[in-house]
């Protein structure tokens, strides 16, 4: 039987078969929790069930760290990941990217959607959110007028810093007419005329679907178009609204955003009388200090009898001038003893010449008496053969018939051996 496959390799086959299959990827599922585990790890396992199957889930730890909710036993939920085989056991799973509660899910997907989408344009990059001004005259307020959300705002600002403007643009901030209304809202409070600083657009807490419209895609995009630097107020523990992400800065309550909105008007005088106080310190230190430099300086001699000083550097110059004198005068008197040697020095070269001169000649006459030419000049002379050029020192270097140079003082002339003795100057 060809092509037998084994436990693994078929495994991986059909692996490969679930995890490349599109229609298996991004999905969302309802069901309801059962046999969850949360593990050591930071990872929770359980399993989606409903009337008729059961599916095996896996939420990993860099997944479930920004899960809002606690999943327990029986809860229904919606789920939203990817479908993958576990090869030891070949079986497969749901990898799980994000829950929901099942009354939630469909709003909540449409959410992240949108989500996903505004932040491939841009709209929540970091570099796009400006800083809230300092001290600002006016702030603008985009919420509901009878809402809880507005009081506490006029309550915070009025005490931080009474001489706040607050200035109300009053929205519907659920229901109909909400989206619409939150929107007009804040492209009234843009109007150049108003002068606002800094706008806070949002509402007191509620259900998550009461939050929508801070959710929907046109607001979203008026709380990014602002041209007046905007806090997103949404009153919310849990739920983080889309509002927050496209707002310059966002605040967990309206309270919270009125006191990101202004200074503490008693601590900022405190601190300029504080920071007065030291500059002011500083000052007279400083004041002092050279007050006591500039009394010091002028009981000084130099300021009570400048002439003195004069005096002083003139004597100590007419000192040095007659110094320099004595000290030019030593050297000149040196100079001319020297010049005076140089006399005598000069007779003294004189008769050291005739001295070399006459012993040079002494060595003259002793080298002339040694040099060979005079020895020839005696009636000696010297041998050489006179095919090589060798010198003949003795009558062992020269055989008979051997052709010979003699070196006279005078000439040289070429001779032939006719005849060799041994001894010396034996008598015939």
Do not use: W
Request: glycine residues 6%; aromatic residues 6%.
């Amino acid at each position: 039987m060809n092509n037998v496959l084994t436990v693994t390799e078929l495994s991986q086959r059909v692996k490969g078969a679930v995890e490349k299959n599109p229609a298996l990827e991004n999905v969302a599922v309802r069901g309801e929790i059962s046999n969850i585990t949360y593990h050591g790890s930071g990872h929770i396992y359980f399993s989606l069930k409903d009337a008729a199957s059961l599916i095996n889930a896996v939420f990993f730890k860099y997944a479930n760290k920004m899960l809002d909710l606690k999943l327990t036993e029986g809860m229904s939920i919606v789920a939203t990941g990817s479908v993958a085989v576990y090869e030891k056991r070949s079986s497969y799973q749901l990898i799980v990217k994000a829950a929901f509660p099942e009354g939630a899910g469909a709003l909540q997907l449409k959410i992240e959607e949108l989500k996903r989408r505004l932040a491939a344009e841009g709209l929540f990059d970091a570099g796009r959110k400006r800083p809230l001004p300092l001290f600002p005259a006016t702030i603008g307020i985009a919420t509901s007028p009878t809402g809880a959300a507005f009081k506490d705002i006029v309550k915070v600002i009025s005490r931080r810093f009474p001489e706040v403007r607050i200035l109300l643009a009053p929205a519907i901030v659920q229901g109909a007419g909400a989206v619409s209304s939150i929107i007009a809202a804040i492209e009234e409070l843009n109007r150049e005329e108003h002068n606002v600083d800094v706008i806070i657009a949002g509402r007191g807490g509620g259900s998550f679907e009461d939050l929508a419209a801070f959710c929907e895609e046109p607001v979203i995009r008026a709380f990014a178009a602002s041209r007046v630097p905007i806090i997103s107020a949404v009153g919310h523990q849990i739920d983080h609204p889309l509002s927050d992400d496209a707002a310059d800065v966002f605040a967990p309550t309206p309270s919270a955003a009125a006191e990101m909105s202004v200074p503490v008007k008693d601590e900022i005088f405190s601190k300029i009388d504080f920071f007065t106080r030291i500059q002011s310190n500083a000052v007279e230190n400083m004041i002092e200090k050279y007050r006591h430099r500039i009394a010091v300086s002028i009981g000084r001699r130099t300021f009570t009898h400048p002439f003195s000083m004069i005096e002083s550097r003139q004597q100590r110059l007419d000192e040095m001038q007659r110094l320099m004198a004595i000290c030019v005068e030593k050297r000149l008197q040196i100079a001319r003893e020297k010049l005076k040697s140089f006399e005598k020095t000069g007779h003294l070269i004189k008769l050291a010449i005739v001295q070399k001169k006459n012993a040079f000649g002494l060595l003259i006459e002793a080298l002339d008496k040694l040099s060979p030419l005079k020895t020839l000049a005696r009636g000696y002379t010297i041998v050489r053969a006179a095919a090589t050029g060798a010198l003949v020192r003795s009558s062992a270097d020269i055989e008979v018939d051997d052709n010979l140079s003699l070196l006279f003082s005078d000439g040289r002339a070429t001779c032939r051996v006719l005849k060799k003795e041994e001894g010396l100057f034996e008598k015939d």
